[in-house]
């Protein structure tokens, strides 16, 4: 297939088959950070530019390192330190930007939806980084490759996700692409941190995380977003460790073969034991990994390098 | 020409013909943020470094791309957040970064003045990126690179500029630009912004903004600057607002051809409506695309690369 | 001789050879900072990343340099700032930081021994860029860089290094690398800056600054950090600088071709007088200089480049 959307706004408008088509692309980039010389002119004289209005040092440097080996021109712009940036609407940044003719600008905003509105403004491609509690659609793809390279498929996995539902963008993301597989999504948490209506979705609710993780291939843990405020929703840290933290006895419970996934930063003995972060199920480091490959399939895709 | 300057301290050590050459080269580098491969080798193996003494996204980005598209390594140096450089004197900086042996420094810092100390200490060239009130060059050559364009003449135009004269190093080194060609240049906002003897550059007051604009070919709005106290000189924004903000009815005023211009950001619903900005007779963002342009030409210059 | 080490993280698991050899590879690279065109290809295709956990500007600035002329991409991660790496254990830092296969990781960071906690837990090579008060070992390798280039020789040399010798990485690092060689190393400074058995190491101690200069052939002096509550140890920074601070009638002391060396950034009038920073006998700006060469040196020598 061709590629033809100009942005990457989410996993909510993409098709199936753009989905996999992401992750094929993504593929045939993995091999490039394992050469000697970890690079490709492909992107060479392309500008990207990361626009970051919430910290985050490894999704940027994700995408730096993506778009470095590809060979384009990388700025930052760190517009939590930036008071002009700060004072002016994001409208006028981001013409001002275009202005400048960069061909990609990925965008991270703590407001839902910054990025569409971005992209409709303005002609260079636009990548949503995460926008609030909205999406974060280049974390759920490169979950998607993850999955898929270790199972080899995506159909017919039973897929627990587990913590902070309603808060979590990376949740969201990866329900709307998994729906578009036939897969058995569960979802568990505290019920103040389950949105309404998860059902909706296609989605199970488990409150009982015993019963969630039974029979899991993949159990994807979310962090607890202290700096979010996501602790004012459950009684103490001690207590959600305790209900759904993720030990040893869960992962007895789930396939033998079970896959444990989390976007990271991981907060260490709160939603998951050392011994299940640094065990053999756990794929957290390859998903880090494979979200270079996904970054430099995107961000190839986008500029029309392809074509 | 060949140009033999070892800096671009300010508009005002520079010649007509040294303003037209910057112009004139800066030409030949706009086409290439408009093509597919954003890039020319010129000044591969050259290290430019930023160094900023104040906050600044849009100027620091547009230096940063400029050398880049040329293929120049970039260092970005932060001075506002670098605690061990603001322990240090502006010439032990300037000294050490010297012998890393940078071809160009390029440096915003908010005493007057500072960029020339800076260029009578090294070998390196030096770019002054805004010095306090004092000058900022490569703003008003991407001003008159922008009319000349629009324009297709400096001579015999009629160019208004308009607000916190006295604290512009924007107002400051268009004024000393413009000087150079045949214009009639004229003044206008509250008269606490006003510096004395402003007839003795050549400029006319003109207190009323109605009849400022009356006829103008150029209409070149300042920022209020917030952040430097600029506020303490008028009794409020609303009444700044009323009496010098540009709207609609002025445009009506001025020449049918009439160009708006601001160095940005805006300060939206102060010096300038959303009707004007976004408008028609709105230059705002080609001075930004121009930007790039002129700045590629000035560190090509600069950097010797044209002999 | 073949470089085999993956990682620099102090002088004192160098041996003599492996030291020299440092120095001669810093060699063959310090032409190319002097060349029109200060660029090579060496290290294309590779990556490396600075994750600076404390402020510095002159270090990171070097090595960037250092890295961008050998061709290098350079990822800046300023962990000071950055909230996620701080929530983070340093460990998963580390291995989430491997997992998008840098080359090299250039760590500084307070805690003494960080650099060579990474370097267990990762495979690309670490540079330990400062850790607390223990190495330095860059900053050593070209201090007795410019030390073999001004005198042709380390052997048969008197070296005085004077200050706060207990809290300074610099001194120790120097320390254990000057320890292989014939010189005769005398500290002084006052005696709450003093380690206790500073003797074991085989240096001399001498109190009387004017009795340790005397017949020095290099006095190196150390910063006061203030920034590390180094003003602690003594009763006031006028009487330090009365006791300890270079000034003329020391170098009158010292052999007629002295040198004398500061890590920077030199506090002006504390540690060493302006007459003495700018004389002729200062070779402040030279060590700044050969930061760069012996930077590019040992990034070439990690990267197994040589092979």
Same mark, same amino acid.
């Given at each position: 297939?061709?590629? =033809?959307?100009?942005?990457? &706004?989410?996993?909510?408008?993409?098709?199936? $088959?753009?989905?996999?088509?992401?992750?094929?692309?993504?593929?045939?980039?993995?091999?490039?950070?394992?050469?000697?010389?970890?690079?490709?002119?492909?992107? #060479?004289?392309?500008? %990207?530019?990361?626009?970051?209005?919430?910290?985050?040092?490894?999704?940027?440097?994700?995408?730096?390192?993506?778009?470095?080996? +590809?060979?384009?021109?990388?700025?930052?712009?760190?517009?939590?330190?930036?008071?002009?940036?700060?004072?002016?609407? &994001?409208?006028?940044?981001?013409?001002?930007?275009? !202005?400048?003719?960069?061909? =990609?600008?990925?965008?991270?905003?703590?407001?839902?939806?910054?990025?569409?509105?971005?992209?409709?403004?303005?002609?260079?491609? @636009?990548?949503?980084?995460?926008?609030?509690?909205? $999406?974060?659609?280049?974390?759920?793809?490169?979950?998607?490759?993850?999955?898929?390279?270790?199972?080899?498929?995506?159909?017919?996995?039973?897929?627990?996700?587990?913590?902070?539902?309603?808060?979590?963008?990376?949740?969201?993301?990866?329900?709307?692409?998994?729906?578009?597989?036939?897969?058995? %999504?569960?979802? !568990?948490?505290?019920?103040?941190?389950?949105?309404?209506?998860?059902?909706?979705?296609? @989605?199970?609710?488990?409150?009982?995380?015993?019963?969630?993780?039974?029979?899991?291939?993949?159990?994807?843990?979310?962090?607890?977003?202290?700096?979010?405020?996501?602790?004012?929703?459950?009684?103490?840290? #001690?207590?959600? !460790?305790?209900?759904?933290? &993720?030990?040893?006895?869960?992962?007895?419970?789930?396939?033998?073969?079970? %896959?444990?996934?989390?976007?990271?930063?991981?907060?260490?003995? @709160?939603? %998951?034991?050392?011994? @299940?972060?640094?065990?053999?199920?756990? =794929?957290?480091?390859?998903?880090?990994?494979?979200?270079?490959?996904?970054?430099?399939?995107? +961000?190839?895709?986008?500029?029309? !390098?392809?074509?």
């Amino acid at each position: 297939m061709n590629w =033809v959307k100009k942005d990457l &706004l989410g996993i909510k408008g993409l098709t199936k $088959e753009e989905i996999l088509f992401i992750l094929e692309t993504a593929e045939s980039f993995k091999e490039i950070s394992l050469r000697e010389i970890k690079k490709v002119p492909t992107l #060479r004289g392309k500008t %990207i530019i990361t626009l970051f209005y919430e910290p985050s040092t490894r999704t940027r440097t994700s995408f730096e390192i993506a778009a470095k080996r +590809l060979s384009a021109d990388t700025i930052n712009i760190s517009a939590s330190t930036s008071s002009y940036v700060k004072g002016e609407t &994001l409208k006028d940044t981001a013409k001002n930007l275009e !202005s400048m003719r960069p061909d =990609v600008i990925i965008i991270r905003h703590s407001m839902p939806g910054a990025p569409h509105m971005l992209a409709g403004m303005i002609d260079s491609s @636009v990548v949503n980084g995460g926008d609030g509690s909205h $999406e974060h659609p280049t974390q759920a793809l490169l979950d998607l490759y993850t999955i898929k390279e270790k199972k080899g498929r995506l159909d017919g996995l039973k897929i627990v996700i587990i913590g902070d539902i309603i808060h979590s963008r990376v949740a969201r993301s990866n329900i709307f692409a998994l729906r578009h597989f036939n897969v058995d %999504i569960v979802c !568990s948490g505290p019920p103040t941190m389950m949105p309404p209506n998860l059902e909706e979705l296609g @989605v199970r609710v488990e409150y009982d995380m015993n019963k969630a993780v039974e029979d899991a291939d993949v159990i994807m843990m979310l962090r607890i977003q202290k700096e979010r405020g996501g602790t004012s929703y459950i009684p103490s840290i #001690r207590e959600y !460790s305790t209900l759904y933290g &993720l030990k040893a006895s869960h992962i007895e419970r789930a396939k033998k073969d079970v %896959i444990i996934m989390h976007p990271g930063p991981i907060n260490r003995g @709160v939603e %998951i034991t050392d011994e @299940v972060a640094d065990g053999p199920y756990s =794929v957290i480091l390859d998903q880090v990994e494979n979200g270079v490959a996904v970054r430099m399939g995107i +961000l190839y895709l986008l500029t029309g !390098s392809a074509s």
